[in-house]
């Protein structure tokens, strides 16, 4: 009875562990290859639980999703000799597991391959372009050559590229410097170019003013000297009227005007005859001179 039961126990585990040996899941997301000694036997798309030959078969599962791979910069030289780092990523799926299998195997290894497949494909047909054509319009239609370049490499590995996109494309570091310093140099240039300008068209101005102001203050100088000259002849024709009208009058006043410019500061010493003609009008009276 005992045996028996040990028996039975022996039987059921392994029982269950050809049964564990026999059956695999395969998800929503996940393809199979069902290998016997290395060699594939066939491909197992559908989700379910599956059977296969317990220790002779083996199972290899794929991703069915949209993967991405994501390669760090390269550096690209364009038609025109610009050098540029391009940072690119892209989107595929594996689509035929059996030749995916046979020609790449892992996962890690498609990726290295793909990797090499869009950074071949980068170089190829940017090297055929130029700078300009790349910042232009015709950035588009390149994408699509890259794209199509990668797609027909990548089915020979049973990979189906979905898209191919340029995210970054950059001048190096020190080509970035060499530009950034001709860019000042260029610059500085121009700047001391429009202050020797500006100096120059101030000079002018200023020059243009300085003679415009000397026209201004002779053009002032002659109207003040014609006006003054006007003013001096229409004065000496009231005295002429004035002394013509009145002469001991004029005479009597030109004396006072004498007295106070010469006597009006109070300093002044005056050494004359007591019979000089200066002192007419303190010794006479106008009665006595008529």
Do not use: C, H
């Not at 994408?143 to 996109?165: C, F, H, L, P, Y």
């Not at 003609?277 to 009665?287: A, G, K």
């Amino acid at each position: 009875m005992k045996k028996t039961a040990i028996y039975g126990a022996a039987i059921l585990g392994i029982f269950v562990l050809l049964l564990a040996n026999s059956l695999y899941v395969v998800t929503q997301t996940e393809q199979a290859i069902v290998l016997q000694f290395g060699e594939p036997m066939r491909v197992v798309q559908e989700p379910g639980l599956k059977l296969k030959v317990p220790f002779i078969q083996n199972v290899v599962f794929y991703d069915k999703r949209l993967l991405n791979l994501d390669p760090p910069a390269q550096e690209v030289v364009l038609n025109d000799k610009k050098r540029l780092d391009v940072d690119s990523f892209t989107r595929y799926r594996i689509v035929d597991p059996l030749k995916f299998y046979k020609t790449v195997r892992t996962e890690l290894q498609a990726q290295s391959k793909l990797e090499e497949i869009v950074n071949s494909s980068v170089r190829k047909i940017l090297g055929r372009i130029t700078l300009q054509e790349l910042l232009s319009q015709q950035r588009t239609e390149i994408m699509r050559n890259i794209s199509k370049a990668v797609k027909t490499d990548a089915e020979q590995i049973g990979v189906s590229v979905a898209d191919v996109r340029i995210r970054r494309a950059d001048l190096p570091i020190e080509v970035l410097q060499a530009i950034n310093a001709r860019m000042k140099t260029e610059r500085e240039r121009d700047a001391k170019e429009f202050r020797a300008q500006g100096q120059q068209t101030a000079q002018q101005i200023r020059a243009k003013a300085d003679k415009e102001k000397t026209i201004i203050i002779a053009e002032a100088d002659k109207q003040a000297q014609i006006l003054k000259g006007e003013g001096d002849n229409k004065a000496i024709q009231i005295w002429n009227q004035a002394a013509g009208s009145d002469p001991q009058f004029y005479a009597f006043y030109r004396s006072l005007e004498a007295y106070r410019k010469a006597l009006a500061d109070g300093k002044t010493n005056l050494v004359l005859s007591p019979n000089s003609e200066f002192f007419e009008f303190f010794q006479n009276s106008p009665q006595k001179r008529r």
